[in-house]
């Protein structure tokens, strides 16, 4: 088994995590919708994740919708002290599988206190609120929902507030309401729109969380990933992985699997050495890929 610690740790709030963590969105079915083909197998991933050293668990209540939470509950249930899990509200699912905001001050309130009863806590480590003005970052007032979870935290149901799709204006509109533990946004060796944002959120000593951290972009399947890939022994995936820890260390990565096999191949990146001519190749995948936003 791997010693995933040695990819080192960093402040998510007030708690301290394992900079691989593991995001339990795939848990649920096709689309993020009901129930996963195989429980069992979805309880298995979750067990060997924490086995492993996982203490960093991303999740939300409308995955599923509450399905993923149940899975994480029924599998880890009473959680281990150091686990630390994040959750994330401003969405909710409708009938036909589509994704609706959920956004306004009451409905966040309630969706924490959703994930509190589904998950079995009396308090969650951290809160993503997740923009919903479009599939990308786009401006969009938050104060009145920042206060909400500031509220919130008052009465100590959030440990920690997040912002997820977020611009940077929104971030410095969060920060003067509240302490931003983290953010979370589509970052990969394609999308580097955020690398100036990462840079001073980590002098800022504030977490950074890559959601799309391998798929939906073209590099992987780029000459330039497969290339490097066969030069340090590892899988295309595996190397866009070990980019992002190496890029940052403000950098959580949360990649996701319903597999234990695929979860342990995650897990390995933190044995991948890439050299300073392999990081230079890396770097100039951006340049030639197709902008495009992306949901999570």
Not at 75 to 84: E, I, Q, R, S, T
Not at 99 to 116: C, G, I, Q, R, Y
Not at 117 to 146: K, S, T, Y
Not at 226 to 242: H, I, K, R
Request: glycine share 8%.
């Amino acid at each position: 088994m791997v010693d995933i610690s040695k990819a080192g740790t960093f402040a998510l709030g007030d708690r301290t995590v394992n900079r691989i963590g593991y995001g339990a969105m795939q848990l649920a079915g096709p689309g993020v919708y009901g129930p996963p083909k195989d429980r069992n197998a979805a309880i298995a991933v979750l067990r060997e994740a924490v086995a492993s050293g996982v203490n960093h668990i991303d999740t939300s209540d409308y995955y599923g919708p509450y399905v993923v939470n149940e899975i994480i509950r029924e599998a880890l249930h009473p959680y281990p002290d150091n686990l630390v899990l994040v959750t994330k509200v401003g969405a909710k699912r409708g009938p036909d599988k589509s994704w609706n905001p959920a956004f306004s001050p009451a409905e966040l309130t309630e969706a924490v206190h959703d994930n509190l009863r589904r998950l079995g806590v009396d308090v969650i480590d951290a809160v993503n609120l997740r923009m919903i003005f479009a599939m990308g970052p786009a401006e969009g007032a938050i104060e009145a929902q920042v206060e909400a979870l500031a509220e919130l935290q008052r009465k100590g149901l959030v440990r920690n507030i997040g912002l997820s799709n977020a611009t940077r204006k929104q971030i410095e509109a969060g920060r003067k309401i509240a302490k931003i533990a983290c953010v979370q946004n589509q970052y990969n060796l394609a999308h580097r729109e955020d690398d100036a944002l990462i840079d001073d959120l980590a002098k800022a000593g504030i977490a950074y969380t890559p959601f799309f951290p391998l798929g939906g972009f073209s590099p992987l399947q780029s000459a330039e990933l497969s290339n490097v890939a066969a030069q340090v022994g590892a899988t295309p995936l595996q190397v866009a992985l070990a980019w992002l820890l190496r890029r940052s260390p403000n950098i959580l990565l949360i990649p996701g699997t319903s597999s234990v096999a695929h979860l342990r191949e995650n897990l390995a990146v933190v044995d991948i050495v890439l050299p300073d001519d392999a990081m230079a190749t890396l770097d100039k995948i951006a340049a030639s890929a197709p902008k495009g936003g992306g949901g999570h």
